[in-house]
């Protein structure tokens, strides 16, 4: 059907075998191209060690979360600013990603443990994260919480009671200044329930922002059917100088049909990162850059 076809290539081999094999031989030498700039990059980083630690189980995952119930999180909450930069002028804040650590939260709670290492239960701790982020905004006395801010969240989690609770606490006109990001694994697990929760928050006026879009998966998305008001582009060395020129021309023309005002470049710890998302015609950056260069500031 129509949905299918987006997401593949049909060919007829007894008519087509040449072009076939013409684009599964590209297919593969770009892959093994990227593997070998990959590999290289991962030799020249003397910071990287071996993760020594344990893999999360359920047990520790059911101690954590009842944990997780009793602990003030407000010292695991942490700022991050998406700003636009224009040209080599200095970072303007547009707004600012709200997250909880997991990092520190780890450190603190399980430091032998990796809490990372199983998705399924990663994504199960997400859950319960979502619900005291949420219980922590809408308590919260700070006036820097109360609009221009983003937050990340599963679907599942703006179709609670403790998504409306928060939504009642919000101050009046702030809605539209709150960005809700939502993972790409989340939606597509089930399709039906995002559709559902997506015209609920955007009838309230909320914006949305689809997080985690790689430049090689970024072909298959439609901002404007999805019903995103913004994409975050994950920065990778394949989109840099060093990178494949002819694929990112194409996300370039990727960036100018979704709207250049549209996409954040997101792990932008470089200037070179920078300087190659403007000339993929971006706007909006987050990063550990960008966080220097506001401290400068």
């Given at each position: 059907?129509?949905?299918?076809?987006?997401?593949?290539?049909?060919?007829?081999?007894?008519?087509?075998?040449?072009?076939?094999?013409?684009?599964?031989?590209?297919?593969?030498?770009?892959?093994?191209?990227?593997?070998?700039?990959l590999a290289a990059a991962a030799a020249q980083d003397n910071k990287k060690v071996e993760d020594e630690r344990r893999p999360l189980t359920p047990e520790q995952l059911g101690r954590l979360e009842d944990y997780l119930e009793r602990t003030d999180l407000s010292g695991v909450l942490r700022r991050q600013n998406i700003c636009a930069v224009i040209a080599n002028n200095p970072p303007q804040s547009v707004f600012k990603e709200l997250y909880i650590s997991i990092g520190d939260l780890a450190t603190t709670m399980m430091p032998d443990v990796n809490l990372v290492s199983n998705r399924w239960l990663f994504q199960h701790l997400t859950q319960t994260l979502d619900l005291r982020m949420l219980r922590l905004l809408s308590r919260a006395d700070d006036s820097d919480l109360y609009s221009s801010f983003s937050v990340n969240l599963n679907v599942s989690t703006l179709l609670l009671r403790e998504f409306l609770d928060f939504d009642a606490s919000l101050r009046a006109g702030s809605r539209g200044t709150i960005v809700i990001e939502l993972q790409p694994l989340d939606i597509f697990a089930d399709y039906a329930r995002f559709m559902f929760a997506r015209d609920f928050v955007r009838e309230k006026g909320y914006r949305l922002c689809l997080d985690g879009v790689t430049d090689n998966f970024i072909d298959l998305i439609d901002r404007q059917?999805?019903?995103?008001?913004?994409?975050?582009?994950?920065?990778?060395?394949?989109?840099?100088?060093?990178?494949?020129?002819?694929?990112?021309?194409?996300?370039?023309?990727?960036?100018?049909?979704m709207g250049k005002s549209r996409v954040i470049l997101s792990r932008c710890d470089t200037p070179a990162a920078v300087r190659s998302g403007q000339e993929m015609g971006i706007a909006m950056f987050q990063g550990r850059y960008i966080d220097t260069m506001l401290r400068k500031q």
């Open positions: 059907d129509e949905a299918a076809a987006r997401f593949c290539t049909w060919y007829n081999i007894e008519t087509s075998y040449k072009t076939f094999l013409t684009d599964v031989e590209r297919l593969y030498e770009e892959e093994q191209e990227r593997a070998r700039r059917k999805m019903g995103f008001d913004l994409i975050k582009l994950v920065w990778s060395p394949d989109l840099g100088a060093e990178g494949n020129t002819a694929r990112r021309g194409e996300v370039a023309a990727m960036v100018k049909e």
